[in-house]
C-alpha cells in the first residue's frame, strides 16, 4: 500500500484546468488516495487494421482503436472524478511471426 498526495504543483496543474483556486475546496496538499489499485487501458473498439508504415518492417499491420482507462479498480473518488473521460484513438503495430500474429508496440 501507498499514499499518492496532490502537491504543491498538483495543486496549480488542477487549479489552472480548472480556472481557479480550490478546485474541489483544495487550498493545500492533501492525500487523494491510500490504496494501491491496477490501472489498466480498456479497448473499446478496433476501429480499422491497415499496412504499417514502412519503418515497422514488411509485413507490419497497424491497428487503430479506441480506449479509455479501467477504472474497475480504483477508489471511488478517483472513479468519480474521471467518469466522463472521453475515449482516446491509438495505434498499435502487429507482427506475422510463424505461429501467429503478436503485438509489438503502441505508437500513439
Do not use: H
Amino acid at each position: 500500500m501507498y499514499t499518492v498526495c496532490l502537491t504543491q504543483a498538483g495543486l496549480r496543474f488542477f487549479n489552472e484546468i480548472s480556472g481557479g483556486e480550490g478546485m474541489f475546496g483544495v487550498t493545500k496538499p492533501i492525500q487523494v488516495a491510500k490504496q494501491k489499485f491496477d490501472l489498466r487501458l480498456r479497448v473499446i473498439a478496433i476501429d480499422g487494421i491497415t499496412t504499417a508504415p514502412t519503418e515497422f518492417g514488411a509485413g507490419a499491420k497497424m491497428a487503430v482503436y479506441r480506449w479509455n482507462y479501467d477504472l474497475s479498480r480504483a477508489p471511488g473518488e478517483m472513479r468519480a472524478l474521471f467518469s466522463d473521460e472521453a475515449e482516446t484513438q491509438g495505434r498499435a503495430i502487429f507482427l506475422l511471426y510463424d505461429d501467429g500474429w503478436r503485438f509489438e508496440r503502441i505508437i500513439e
